[in-house]
């Protein structure tokens, strides 16, 4: 059973950091596409970024320069490091991973999911 569990979400001024992170078990976590999305209230679930094998690399616009995907593969860690942070990237973040390539940020092309952490943004 592949599990994937966040941690670090929490309420932040804005222009502020956090740093996500996401443990994955029982799959080989180089081989697969892992990647962040979050879900504000009322709102589809977005893709924020994705890393495939390779270190290979994917982001949504709105977060471009600001936050960065990276893994830890001998931890089977993935990370997200946000900075300056806006209420816009208030939202429920998830991680999520899917069979290689690594070219999309469609949540529907992703078969496992973890609980969320929730980040908050204040003005």
């Known amino acids: 059973q592949v599990e994937l569990a966040e941690s670090g979400g929490d309420s932040v001024q804005a222009g502020g950091s956090l740093r996500l992170a996401c443990v994955a078990s029982q799959f080989a976590f180089s081989s697969r596409c892992i990647a962040w999305f979050r879900q504000a209230p009322g709102k589809e679930r977005e893709g924020v970024a994705a890393?495939?094998?390779?270190?290979?690399?994917l982001y949504a616009d709105s977060v471009k320069g600001r936050f960065t995907i990276s893994g830890d593969d001998a931890q089977n860690t993935l990370y997200l490091q946000m900075n300056n942070l806006v209420p816009e990237d208030t939202a429920m973040y998830f991680c999520?991973?899917?069979?290689?390539?690594?070219?999309?940020?469609?949540?529907?092309?992703?078969?496992?999911w973890g609980q969320g952490t929730q980040v908050t943004v204040s003005s």
């Open positions: 999520a991973a899917k069979r290689m390539p690594c070219g999309s940020l469609v949540a529907i092309n992703y078969n496992y």
């Open positions: 890393i495939g094998s390779g270190g290979v690399t």
